[in-house]
T-cell receptor, first 114, second 109 residues
Framework: AAGVIQSPRHLIKEKRETATLKCYPI?????VYWYQQGPGQDPQFLIS???????DKGSIPDRFSAQQFSDYHSELNMSSLELGDSALYFC?????????????FGPGTRLTVL | GQNIDQPTEMTATEGAIVQINCTYQ??????LFWYQQHAGEAPTFLSYNVLDGLEEKGRFSSFLSRSKGYSYLLLKELQMKDSASYLC??????????FGPGTRLSVLP
C-alpha cells in the first residue's frame, strides 16, 4: 500500500540558510500535518492543512511557513535556520471524512543545522 | 492548557504483560491514540479510543476512562521487537494531536 512520502530524507544546512521540506500524502488523504521532533522529545505539532487551507496551527515559528497544493502535497519552508531547528520533521496524512482520523506518518526528514 | 503524562521508562521480560499508563488534561477531547515509535523512525498507529472501555487488537489492548482522563496500553506476550517508545496522543478541538512524552519500553530476554 502507498505510504506518506517525504523528501529529502536527510538535509544539512548552515545557520541562516533556508530549507524546504516536501510531503506527499497517501492518495485520497486530504489532510496533512507537520510535526517537529527533537532528540529524545515527543513530536510537537506545527501546522495542519485540510483541502489546501490551513486548519490548525501549533508551535510553528514565524520563520517557518507551509502550504498545501492542489495535488494535496505540502511543503514546509524554513528560513533563517537556527541550530535549534535541527530535528526530525514528520509529515502525517489522514482522510478527514473518516471518523477514526488516524494519522499515517511519513518516514521523516532529518534536518541538521550546522 | 494541554498536559499529557506517561512514565518515562519501563522494563519487562519477554513473554510477559506490561501496562503503560497515560493521564491527560486537554481542552476538548476527540479521541486518544497510541503510537509505537522505534528510534529514528516514524510513529506507527496502534490503537484508538473515543468512548470509555477496552479496545482489543491482537496482542495490544487500550483502555479509556474519559471521566478520569486516563488511558492505558496493554501489551501481551511481549516480544523483543516490542522494545520501542510508546506515545499517547490526544486529539482536542480541531484536528491537531498533542503527544505525550512517550514511554520507552525495554523488553529483556
Amino acid at each position: 500500500a502507498a505510504g506518506v512520502i517525504q523528501s529529502p530524507r536527510h538535509l544539512i544546512k548552515e545557520k541562516r540558510e533556508t530549507a524546504t521540506l516536501k510531503c506527499y500524502p497517501i492518495p485520497r488523504h486530504d489532510t496533512v500535518y507537520w510535526y517537529q521532533q527533537g532528540p529524545g522529545q515527543d513530536p510537537q505539532f506545527l501546522i495542519s492543512f485540510y483541502e489546501k487551507m490551513q486548519s490548525d496551527k501549533g508551535s510553528i515559528p514565524d520563520r517557518f511557513s507551509a502550504q498545501q497544493f492542489s495535488d494535496y502535497h505540502s511543503e514546509l519552508n524554513m528560513s533563517s535556520l537556527e541550530l535549534g531547528d535541527s530535528a526530525l520533521y514528520f509529515c502525517a496524512s489522514s482522510p478527514r471524512n473518516r471518523g477514526l482520523n488516524e494519522q499515517f506518518f511519513g518516514p521523516g526528514t532529518r534536518l541538521t543545522v550546522l | 492548557g494541554q498536559n499529557i503524562d506517561q512514565p518515562t521508562e519501563m522494563t519487562a521480560t519477554e513473554g510477559a504483560i506490561v501496562q503503560i499508563n497515560c493521564t491527560y488534561q486537554t481542552s476538548g477531547f476527540n479521541g486518544l491514540f497510541w503510537y509505537q515509535q522505534h528510534a529514528g523512525e516514524a510513529p506507527t498507529f496502534l490503537s484508538y479510543n473515543v468512548l470509555d472501555g477496552l479496545e482489543e487488537k491482537g496482542r495490544f489492548s487500550s483502555f479509556l476512562s474519559r471521566s478520569k482522563g486516563y488511558s492505558y496500553l496493554l501489551l501481551k506476550e511481549l516480544q523483543m521487537k516490542d522494545s520501542a517508545s510508546y506515545l499517547c496522543a490526544v486529539r482536542g478541538y480541531g484536528q491537531n494531536f498533542v503527544f505525550g512524552p512517550g514511554t520507552r519500553l525495554s523488553v529483556l530476554p
